[in-house]
């Protein structure tokens, strides 16, 4: 089933789909400018902007499924960017108003959340700023019919990250990580940008309706270049392998923003734009084969991360990094991996963002200590917290009837049609997400306490957990509910197409079984080493292959090898040669005119008779020369 | 005969050469320049002669004048410096050098 | 015939005279040797057609120019000779090695431009040759002839303002001089009167013979060392002026030092030694006591004598 027509509209929920944009902008905005005078009252305006966008997403939802299935892309045009070329309008369509609802509901779970979180922090009122920044940039990334406004959207979010990962500016980690994660975005934006122009180039147009439209029509090579453009892209903001470097780090930002940008929302624009994009990657069947390579190299190399922090968060980014790497995987299969991909995508979004709220809440009673060895038996102290990371947990490890049951099996079963062996390295990745996960819940909710003495672990206020409850529950639910009888699959179909056939839900298939025993024996091994074990306070040192994730699979060392030493030794090459080359020639000119200068001006000695004497031996010069010449 | 003549004025310009550059007592180096001069005059002079032309011998008389004219300013100038520095060498006055 | 005997003996004459220019040591004979040159050239000048150029040669530069470079040797010290060590490096291998190369070049190219024979001045000079010329003067270069008359003004005035010093105070009277006079010999011990004259006691008028003081014995003061000097190498120094000189030699070693201090110097001074007023061109002192001294720059006629 191709993708349906996109009809203008205006009028309704739907015509007033940029409030979503406007509203947490001019929160941003009015934070931002205002100053202090804001302090009071900038976190509740936050939240209030970002509900605001909830309530407008969740009307032009409801008025989207007003319309026949096929009649629900809306495009909403608002003003010509550059004359002939360039419109800016909003698309909705199933596609987007799924990121919309996600994006504006858990944003505003987390904006929430942050009142409680930050409540003692001086700049809770800029930290609401960035917040609602993001939520609007994200919301015209998505909301974007073409790719201007795409990319737009694309550096808003990736300004918010900057600005959110080093909120905590005076930690210069926290400085370091956020220029690390801006640089290696500057990366992946140098892909899409160059995708962006090559799509110009082929098209004439940057509308989505005109390309997607018409990408049939281009050359499989020249939508192959274009789909690993855009994959760069989508690597560089969702932290796919080679360009995951800058996630493990950008854990230094503030815990909500991990949730929101770092778990739940940015990180999936990749994948968003693998989706979007569908109709060329699905011309260019090289690039989707890259693609799928990615997802599952990241997947692995994410979970295989994750089994090695002792840092909490670090290894819940592997984990993101490695769920995202299945969404992508699930993207890179084509029209049926479409639903599970965005499927996925969404209730990672709820239980991730549970889990990293809760590693929050779980930080925020420790003293914000990060060290799972530190942590241990806070089940007891810290019930609410332990009920939901709990789901969450079982959600992403495929616990049957919650969320990742649903959605990441799917993504087995649709990756293991596609191809056996990614189908097969899914299914271990799944394997040691019930290990790695598993350690991170027994490590911190279990066992013996190992609490730092100044440490007097509690339950943290309502305003904190009210969103983990909410969080968990959509944990528990949403896999089913848009799993089941393919009822994602068909709401979608309309933006990004559907296979002929839709497939049908086996819960007793192969993978499923096999998928289901790993996760069994990973979950059981993590309890023989952590729940039941004692936990050393010092990390041990480990293998070689312990070391090897520890150090995040030496993707660092692997960049300074190759970029930072070589762009020094440039730098010093080019310092050098300013140093000595050109300064060198201009100095060694100037010398050596000042030396010969030196030197000529003894020629002026002041003795009348030397330069008589030059004078009189130029003059017999001349006359040897007169008669050389005379005579020829 | 007029080539013998000629010979003799280039000797004795070519002494009249060195003397100014290896006599050091300035009235001695214009004694020397006036020698010089001199020697040009006696070329003037043949060539006069042998081209069948007055002109060289007005040259003449007209380098006459101003060596005169010369040989005036130019011992002035001798005996004001030596007035100030005590020495006609024209070595001492080198001060305007590097 | 007679042309060439005339220009072979005078043009080595000159060419003689001319070397004896460049390297005499003595400025005097320089100035002899170059007015040998002038006469020389004149007589040249009037072999070759030219009289009047010839009666000018040595009416202006052997009259007049050689007289003024005279008086100014006299005016900077008739005495004054170079020491011939040279002192800038290569100066004088390459001033021969030009001297040499330019006279070779310069008979080569000048010799050889010569193509055809003598023409002669018979048909230029109609009506003689101081005619011809002033009609030539007078006529075609009458603007260079008033120009140079030009020249030859400005050159004078030049002389003039060069020369010309300007008195910046009064000029001292008769009784300002005695009065420096008495306070110098009340400071200095100098002799205020007038040096004893040659022959005052003298037994002849002659300058060699020192003055005799009234008992007798020779006066120091009056003794002209120059001519001491040249009568002891030739022998003939009187026995009683060598006693004089012995003992003020003496009296200069007791005091320390070889040259006499300035109360001596002024002492030593005759009549004829009175300077010349805030002016240092002394002029005349050929022959003078001072001549041991030797402190000055232009050198004593001792130096000159040394030189023989």
């Avoid at chain 1, 300004?159 to 990580?177: E, N, R, V």
């Avoid at chain 1, 734009?273 to 989707?288: C, D, K």
């Avoid at chain 3, 003081?213 to 009568?231: K, M, Q, T, W």
Wanted: hydrophobic letters at 50%; one cysteine or more; proline letters at 4%.
């Amino acid at each position: 089933m191709e993708p349906a027509e996109i009809i203008q509209h205006s009028g309704g929920a739907i015509g007033a789909a940029w409030l979503m944009i406007a509203l947490p902008l001019v929160g941003a905005a009015v934070l931002l400018l205002g100053g202090r005078r804001t302090d009071k009252f900038g976190h509740l305006l936050g939240v209030l902007m970002a509900v605001a966008s909830f309530v407008v997403a969740a009307l032009s939802f409801a008025q989207l499924l007003g319309f026949a299935p096929g009649e629900r892309r809306r495009g909403i045009e608002l003003y010509e960017f550059i004359p002939g070329l360039a419109k800016v309008g909003l698309l909705v369509d199933p596609l987007s108003i799924s990121f919309c609802l996600l994006i504006t509901f858990v944003g505003s779970l987390i904006h929430i959340y942050s009142i409680g979180y930050m409540a003692h922090d001086p700049n809770r009122r800029r930290f609401f700023a960035y917040l609602n920044l993001f939520v609007a940039a994200m919301l015209l990334l998505v909301l974007a019919d073409n790719y201007v406004a795409l990319f737009v959207g694309w550096e808003g979010v990736g300004l918010a990250s900057y600005l959110l990962i080093g909120f905590w500016q005076h930690k210069p980690s926290a400085a370091t990580a956020a220029k690390k994660a801006f640089i290696v975005n500057r990366v992946g934006d140098f892909g899409l940008l160059l995708g962006i122009f090559t799509i110009f180039a082929t098209f004439h147009t940057l509308a989505f309706s005109d390309v997607l439209g018409n990408a049939s029509k281009a050359s499989s090579g020249t939508l192959t270049a274009i789909g690993l453009l855009l994959l760069v892209g989508a690597c560089g903001k969702s932290a796919q392998l080679p360009l995951q470097s800058w996630l493990l780090d950008a854990m230094e930002g503030p815990t909500p923003v991990s949730a929101l940008i770092h778990a739940a929302t940015m990180v999936t624009a990749g994948v968003y734009l693998i989706v979007r994009s569908g109709p060329i990657f699905q011309g260019a069947e090289t690039a989707q084969l890259v693609v799928t390579i990615v997802g599952v190299a990241t997947l692995l190399a994410g979970a295989i991360i994750g089994t090695a922090k002792d840092d909490i968060k670090k290894a819940l980014a592997g984990s993101t990094m490695s769920q995202i790497g299945y969404m992508v995987l699930a993207a890179g299969v084509g029209p049926v991996g479409y639903a599970f991909a965005i499927a996925h995508l969404i209730t990672h979004g709820f239980f991730k963002a549970d889990m990293f709220l809760g590693a929050g809440s779980v930080m925020h009673a420790m003293n914000d200590e990060v060290d799972m060895r530190k942590y241990g038996a806070l089940r007891k102290v810290m019930p609410l917290t332990f009920w939901t990371f709990l789901i969450g947990y079982l959600a992403i490890i495929g616990f049957p009837l919650l969320s990742g049951y649903f959605t990441k099996d799917g993504i087995i079963e649709v990756a293991m049609e596609h191809n056996a062996i990614l189908g097969w390295l899914a299914v271990i990745g799944a394997g040691i997400t019930g290990f790695y996960m598993s350690r991170l819940v027994f490590m911190t909710f279990f066992g013996a306490k190992r609490w730092e003495p100044t440490a007097h672990p509690h339950e943290s206020p309502a305003v904190m957990t009210v969103p983990l409850i909410v969080l968990s529950i959509g944990a528990i639910v949403l896999g089913w509910f848009l799993i089941m009888g393919n009822r994602f699959m068909t709401f979608l179909a309309p933006a990004v197409g559907a296979p002929e056939e839709m497939p049908a839900f086996h819960p007793f298939s192969v993978p499923g079984l096999a998928t289901l025993a790993l996760v069994a024996i990973g979950a059981a091994y993590a309890w023989m080493k952590y729940g039941r074990a004692e936990v050393p306070a010092v990390a041990p040192r480990g293998s070689f292959l312990t070391t090897f994730a520890r150090r995040d699979l030496y993707g660092d060392a692997l960049n300074e090898a190759l970029f930072m030493r070589p762009g020094q030794w440039l730098t010093r090459l080019a310092v050098f040669f300013d140093n000595r080359g050109v300064d060198g020639l201009v100095n060694g000119l100037a010398a050596g005119i000042g030396g010969t200068s030196g030197r000529l001006r003894r020629v002026q000695t002041g003795f009348v008779r030397s330069y008589a004497l030059s004078i009189f031996l130029g003059a017999a010069v001349l006359a040897g020369a007169w008669l050389v010449v005379g005579n020829l | 005969m007029t080539t013998h003549y000629l010979v003799l004025s280039a000797l004795l310009f070519a002494i009249g050469g060195v003397g100014v550059l290896v006599r050091r007592n300035a009235i001695v180096v214009f004694m020397c320049v006036e020698l010089m001069l001199n020697a040009c005059n006696l070329a003037f002079v043949t060539f006069a002669r042998q081209n069948g032309n007055l002109d060289g011998q007005l040259i003449a008389f007209f380098v006459m004048i101003v060596a005169a004219a010369e040989v005036v300013i130019g011992l002035a100038i001798i005996v004001t410096i030596f007035r100030t520095r005590r020495s006609a060498s024209v070595d001492d006055a080198s001060l305007l050098k590097y | 015939m007679g042309e060439s005997i005339t220009f072979w003996v005078l043009a080595v004459v000159s060419v003689v005279a001319a070397l004896g220019l460049v390297f005499s040591r003595k400025a005097v004979y320089s100035a002899l040797m170059l007015g040998v040159v002038m006469l020389s050239l004149a007589v040249l000048y009037a072999v070759q057609d030219a009289p009047f150029l010839a009666a000018v040669q040595i009416i202006v530069y052997t009259g007049a120019v050689m007289m003024l470079f005279l008086f100014v040797l006299m005016l900077v010290g008739v005495d004054s000779s170079d020491s011939l060590v040279e002192t800038i490096r290569g100066q004088r291998f390459w001033a021969i090695v030009g001297g040499i190369g330019f006279a070779v070049l310069l008979a080569l190219g000048i010799g050889n431009a010569i193509v055809g024979p003598t023409r002669g001045l018979a048909t230029a000079v109609r009506d003689g040759n101081v005619p011809s010329l002033a009609e030539l003067i007078f006529t075609r270069h009458v603007f260079a002839f008033e120009v140079t008359s030009a020249l030859l003004i400005t050159a004078a005035l030049g002389a003039m303002v060069l020369a010309h010093r300007e008195r910046t105070e009064a000029k001292p009277t008769q009784k300002e001089l005695s009065r420096q006079r008495f306070v110098a010999f009340g400071k200095t011990g100098k002799n205020p009167a007038p040096l004893p004259g040659p022959g005052t006691y003298a037994r002849h008028n002659a300058i060699d013979m020192p003055a005799l003081l009234p008992d007798g014995s020779v006066s120091p003061l009056s003794v002209n060392r120059y001519i001491a000097r040249y009568e002891e190498s030739r022998g003939i120094l009187p026995p009683e002026v060598a006693r004089v000189l012995e003992e003020e030699a003496e009296q200069q070693r007791a005091n320390g030092h070889g040259t006499p201090t300035t109360a001596e110097r002024a002492a030593d001074g005759g009549p004829d030694t009175e300077p010349m007023p805030e002016d240092g061109v002394v002029v005349g002192r050929v022959v003078g006591p001072r001549g041991e001294s030797g402190g000055e720059s232009r050198g004593g006629s001792v130096s000159e004598e040394d030189g023989k």
